[in-house]
């Protein structure tokens, strides 16, 4: 039920097990502190599973981004929209050392275009949280405008970014 799509450089495929302890490093860092982190092991698991759990509750999920010549995972990209979100979202985490690589433009730019051509998304955002300057960098190489402010129960205030709808892409 999990499509695999691929890029130049990269795999987005099916979270598995195999992604635990990459999961388990990110969020034992002060990085995971925009998306709710430092999580304990348990609450990782947690993690993953709830994000296995939302392709067959809603039909789309986040997927693993590996990179393709390593096998290594380098992220966690892709379209959602979880319970308590104001609309479907395109998001991404990048695992402990893939920074300033290009990797989230690029798996975000392969997920978009998959939500829009077979999802049939007409438009997206995404959510970046006060200071996570990489995210906002990543909205504006997507193309993204701000558009408004969130506050979620968890993540407290969010800045709202609007991708470009199909038929304006230019990347």
């Known amino acids: 039920m999990i499509p695999t799509l691929t890029t130049e450089r990269l795999t987005l495929t099916a979270l598995a097990e195999r992604h635990f302890e990459p ?6 860092s002060d990085r995971s502190s925009f998306v ?5 092991q348990e609450r990782t698991w947690r993690v993953l599973a709830g994000e296995l759990g939302h392709w067959p509750l809603r039909g789309y999920g986040r997927f693993a981004v590996e990179e393709t010549a390593t096998g290594q995972m380098v ?8 319970f308590g979100w104001p609309e479907a979202e395109l998001g991404w985490d990048l695992m402990n050392g893939f920074e300033g690589r290009g990797y989230a433009t690029e798996a975000a730019t392969e997920a978009r275009r998959w939500a829009y051509e077979t999802l049939g998304w007409t438009t997206a955002i995404s959510l970046t949280a006060p200071g996570n300057i990489g995210s906002e960098n990543v909205c504006k190489r997507l193309g993204c405008a701000p ?12 800045q709202v970014w609007r991708h470009p709808a199909p038929q304006e892409l230019t990347i």
């Open 36 to 40: 709710g982190g430092p999580l304990t």
């Open 23 to 28: 999961l388990v490093e990110f969020y034992a």
């Open 75 to 82: 992220g966690l990209i892709g379209p959602w929209n979880p």
């Open 147 to 158: 558009d408004g402010r969130f506050v979620h129960d968890i993540f407290g205030d969010m």
